[in-house]
């Protein structure tokens, strides 16, 4: 029963992968367009930018637009705990995905800073110039990224101060900024900068102990959102499971796909503001 569903995305990405290259070359020859992408498409991005994908927000919106479409009207061939679940769980997979990516891409750039500091610093002592050693720099994960987009800034013939000035303004971690402006700073007043770096970065360690602290402190509250959040799902597969004729009018008419729908979305909103409540302390 979920052959279908698995079917339409492997068809899609494949499809997309096929021709995703061709279109780049093809959009690569015609004048540019200037608009503005929407919120949804830079969260997208930015994920797909955090991970291994190879599609583009568009595409990936599309494959999970096609699964959801084909999950709504198809729901009445299927049984109603089946239904629900497969509902349920194309509904939530972007959602969830997007904000896990996000999320781990983030923490591995905070724990990356402090390491890649101490590089910057043994750089610096070994000789070379704070510039020299930022165009050589690399680091793992997502910050590794980050410094492979500042080389191609720096390739195109931008400063290094301006491509820090570029990096600072599109990066919301506070650790990554204050290494950031740290550096800037340093390359602007010219003159020895390891002192500075190294009290940057045992500023960071401090407040990375402090925010691990934190974060084992807020263990519960995070529990506790996890529950209310996952309630309405367990009572709805359990409900199913137990009596499943009690959810026939969720999927048996379009009132009740529309019930089921709007009560998933509330539930992933407040799940999402829980989350990101109990995620303050980071």
């Known amino acids: 029963m979920v052959a279908p569903f698995a079917l339409a995305g492997a068809v899609f990405l494949a499809h997309s992968a096929r021709i995703g290259a ?11 367009e200037t608009r503005s992408p929407n919120q949804l498409e830079v969260l997208l991005n930015d994920a797909i930018d955090q991970s291994e994908l190879r599609i583009s927000g568009q595409q990936l919106l599309g494959g999970w637009g096609i699964a959801a479409a ?16 497969i509902c349920a769980g194309i509904f939530l997979a972007l959602p969830a995905w997007v904000i ?12 990356g800073v402090p390491a890649l500091t101490d590089s910057i610093i043994f750089g610096v002592r070994g000789g070379s ?12 994960g997502p910050l590794g990224r980050d410094l492979d987009r500042l080389r191609l800034m720096r390739v195109s013939g ?3 101060v301006e491509s820090l000035r570029t990096w600072w303004s599109a990066s919301n971690d506070p650790d990554v900024r204050a290494l950031v402006a740290g550096l800037a700073i340093a390359l602007n007043l ?23 602290e934190a974060l084992s402190l807020a263990t519960q509250s995070r529990l506790s959102a996890l529950v209310v959040a996952a309630a309405p799902l367990l009572f709805l597969v359990i ?32 799940a999402f503001w829980m989350s990101r409540i109990v995620n303050t302390v980071a």
């Open 22 to 32: 061709a279109r780049r070359r093809g959009n690569s020859l015609r004048v540019s």
């Open 190 to 212: 010219g003159g020895p900068a390891v002192d500075g770096l190294e009290g940057l970065s045992a500023a960071l360690r401090a407040r990375d102990a402090v925010r691990n």
């Open 129 to 140: 110039s704070l510039s020299a050693v930022i165009d050589v720099a690399i680091a793992p």
């Open 158 to 160: 931008m400063s290094a």
């Open 239 to 270: 409900g199913g499971a137990a009596n499943p004729g009690s959810l026939a009018q969720l999927v048996g008419s379009w009132a009740g796909r529309a019930c089921l729908l709007g009560g998933l979305a509330l539930d992933a909103l407040g």
């Open 70 to 85: 084909l999950a709504f009207f198809t729901a009445p061939l299927l049984g109603v705990a089946t239904a629900a679940t």
């Open 100 to 111: 896990k990516t996000r999320r781990s891409a983030a923490k591995a750039r905070r724990r």
